[in-house]
């Protein structure tokens, strides 16, 4: 059973941590309107999907329109045009439909999309093709993300070679067509201090549904039963899904870098790896813990976790502005490979097997991303082609791990085949270093054995 829902419960949100407020949504417009120089930008909403037949999956705002506009429904369009007379900020939306939405719930409208989201106009999406084509004259640049929904690229195609075939007569009109994404994707890659604060929330959240899972295993139970933990804290606790399919590996399981079967039976003796973050207005966390499902590591299982957790260790420390995240990866795999050796896995000197990649046959992923809107969020890891340098306001995940498959030839002692070790957190870049949003995750050797079936 689980523990009295009251008692799965981090703090209240503070006002902070809920929904982000209008003013936020103005000021990254007035900053995206700057970067345009002059151009137009159109964004379209993300296109509603279908699971089966007429099934739709639940809808999700596309992040990039989302942290523009703060509008979170489907069949919209989102214009900007700066300096225009009739206003830098144009919604075209949805209209309200009392049958429609006796179905499937409330519209803003025309009116909600000024009222309530700051448009400084706003039409039906029906009038784009009368409407639009007033915002494009005497543009010469236009910034729209081609790929995101198919049916608004192909009429905002039409609309801008209508545009251009007016140009040779009046001498104006569009003459390039821009991707948007690289401004949008170097504005999220710094967080504000409110989005900040809604980091926090959802981090402790995916901590508290780790701290549950980790405590609630057992051998006989099924991967899909610790699944089902995580998502029920992760909803009870005001987030609106998972971040992304949760990984529930158990045993050789682990060995599987994106395994979601989450269909096994969970045995004495294993070791489960559990991957999992949740969204929380927008935001995801990601977070990975591995722990013995009998409440104790055998002492291999513990000289490999030991490894693993001091290359975590070693690459969270690297963190501070002006390093790279190369630099914490080479951390992290100095840390490994000096363990590999250790245990036998691989031969040679550190920097040989540094410089071969002999390594990758047990660590073969990055050991962080970027993390914010999406899982693997947006912005550029390299800046004219170098490494990009941290700056405060970065959030990333720290992951390193070791991964050692069941039939591994290479690898003599069979108690070492079929482990798959993983530790993650995730890590604000501050002014004089870092802060780990998921710290109240235990993950030394005695605190998981200390939670582990507690």
């Not at 509603?48 to 990039?64: H, I, K, L």
């Not at 299982?301 to 420390?317: F, G, H, K």
């Not at 912005?379 to 390193?400: A, D, F, N, Q, S």
Request: with cysteine; proline share 7%; glycine share 8%.
């Amino acid at each position: 059973m689980l523990r009295d829902i009251g008692d799965i419960l981090p703090a209240k949100p503070e006002a902070s941590e809920k929904a982000l407020p209008l003013e936020e949504f103005k000021e990254r417009r007035a900053r995206f309107l700057k970067e345009l120089n002059g151009a137009v930008a159109i964004f379209p909403s993300a296109p509603v999907a279908f699971r089966s037949n007429d099934v739709e999956f639940v809808y999700r705002q596309d992040s990039d329109f989302y942290y523009l506009t703060g509008f979170p429904e489907p069949e919209s369009i989102a214009l900007f045009a700066p300096g225009h007379p009739d206003g830098e900020f144009i919604l075209f939306v949805r209209p309200r439909d009392k049958e429609r939405e006796m179905w499937t719930g409330p519209r803003a409208g025309v009116e909600g999309a000024v009222a309530e989201f700051g448009a400084a106009q706003a039409y039906q999406i029906s009038e784009l093709d009368r409407v639009l084509p007033r915002y494009l004259e005497g543009v010469a640049e236009v910034y729209y993300p081609l790929g995101i929904n198919e049916k608004f690229d192909q009429k905002v195609l039409k609309l801008l070679r209508e545009a251009q075939s007016l140009r040779e007569r009046l001498g104006e009109g569009p003459r390039a067509l821009l991707d948007p994404r690289a401004i949008v994707h170097e504005m999220r890659i710094i967080k504000s201090p409110r989005e900040l604060a809604i980091m926090r929330r959802s981090a402790a959240i995916a901590a508290e549904a780790h701290r549950v899972a980790i405590s609630k295993s057992r051998p006989g139970m099924m991967e899909w039963e610790i699944q089902a933990l995580v998502e029920y804290v992760f909803r009870v606790n005001g987030a609106s899904s998972p971040a992304y399919p949760p990984i529930v590996a158990s045993g050789p399981n682990a060995t599987i870098l994106h395994y979601i079967a989450n269909n096994r039976e969970l045995k004495p003796g294993d070791l489960l790896l559990l991957d999992a973050g949740c969204e929380y207005q927008f935001y995801a966390s990601d977070i990975t813990r591995t722990f013995p499902v009998s409440g104790r590591f055998t002492p291999c299982q513990r000289d490999l976790y030991e490894i693993v957790l001091a290359a975590q260790r070693a690459a969270i420390e690297t963190v501070r502005p002006g390093v790279t995240l190369e630099d914490v990866h080479r951390s992290a795999l100095k840390e490994l490979v000096e363990g590999m050796r250790a245990m036998g896995l691989i031969k040679g000197e550190t920097d040989e097997i540094l410089a071969s990649g002999e390594y990758k046959r047990f660590y073969m992923h990055r050991t962080s991303h970027w993390l914010g809107m999406d899982v693997h969020d947006v912005g550029r890891y390299r800046i004219r082609g170098e490494p990009r340098k941290l700056e405060p306001g970065m959030v990333l995940t720290v992951e390193p791990g070791i991964y050692i498959a069941p039939a591994e030839e290479s690898v003599a002692k069979a108690e070492l085949q079929g482990i798959g070790i993983r530790i993650e957190d995730d890590v604000l870049v501050s002014a004089d270093g870092y802060e780990v949003l998921t710290a109240a995750v235990p993950k030394t050797v005695k605190e998981l054995e200390a939670l582990a079936g507690s």
